[in-house]
T-cell receptor, first 115, second 113 residues
Framework: AQTVTQSQPEMSVQEAETVTLSCTYD???????LFWYKQPPSRQMILVIR??????QNATENRFSVNFQKAAKSFSLKISDSQLGDTAMYFC????????????FGQGTTLQVKP | DAGVIQSPRHEVTEMGQEVTLRCKPI?????LFWYRQTMMRGLELLIY????????DSGMPEDRFSAKMPNASFSTLKIQPSEPRDSAVYFC???????????FGSGTRLTVV
């Protein structure tokens, strides 16, 4: 079984600043995948970034990067140069590598970017 | 690629009525998932299909809920009879084998009054 925990229900950041969202997870799988999804007010679920657990290098997508600490089972998301359009709820999620696995989500962090 | 298409976008119904939510996955994706999102419980996986076959329905809350996938391009989630506590946003998502990033539809907001 997998669990994902996001301990920050709400966060705010000034435009152009950097913010880090926290996530911890637990899984019994040897290999797995971790994700951050963004849900803006439109409610569309948008994949932001993906990390494969067997890769040591942290994933990066433009202004979004992760800090993946496998031993600590931590997977934080860093947003650099925050923009007003980054205002959204952010979900951390974990998926086992087997095809019978499921994508399990954390409770989400609401991020407000202030002008 | 039109993405995952869900209909309707909004549904308001009276308690006791039957509700049917629809989903068209991305062509070539062989997994389809139904999630429910509420403030109290977050995003919950209800059921998923692989090659049109239901694999895990352990998240379906009760017998009032049923899901079908008659072919690779269409799935339904039905609630009969509906209750106010079923009010939520229902998402459909799909993926292809060996890629674990799901693509989500825009969701159906269901309100049962």
């Amino acid at each position: 079984a997998q669990t994902v925990t996001q301990s920050q229900p709400e966060m705010s950041v000034q435009e152009a600043e950097t913010v880090t969202l926290s996530c911890t997870y637990d899984t019994s799988e040897n290999n797995y995948y971790l994700f951050w999804y963004k849900q803006p007010p439109s409610r569309q679920m948008i994949l932001v970034i993906r990390q494969e657990a067997y890769k040591q290098q942290n994933a990066t997508e433009n202004r979004f990067s992760v800090n993946f600490q496998k031993a600590a089972k931590s997977f934080s998301l860093k947003i650099s140069d925050s923009q007003l359009g980054d205002t959204a709820m952010y979900f951390c999620a974990c998926h086992g590598s087997g095809n019978t696995g499921k994508l399990i989500f954390g409770q989400g962090t609401t991020l407000q970017v202030k002008p | 690629d039109a993405g995952v298409i869900q209909s309707p976008r909004h549904e308001v119904t009276e308690m006791g009525q039957e509700v049917t939510l629809r989903c068209k996955p991305i062509s070539g994706h062989d997994y389809l998932f139904w999630y429910r999102q509420t403030m109290m419980r977050g995003l919950e996986l209800l059921i998923y299909f692989n090659n049109n076959v239901p694999i895990d329905d352990s998240g379906m809350p009760e017998d009032r809920f049923s899901a079908k996938m008659p072919n690779a391009s269409f799935s339904t989630l039905k609630i009969q009879p509906s209750e106010p506590r079923d009010s939520a946003v229902y998402f459909c998502a799909s993926r292809k084998t060996s890629y674990y990033g799901y693509t989500f539809g825009s969701g159906t907001r269901l309100t049962v009054v």
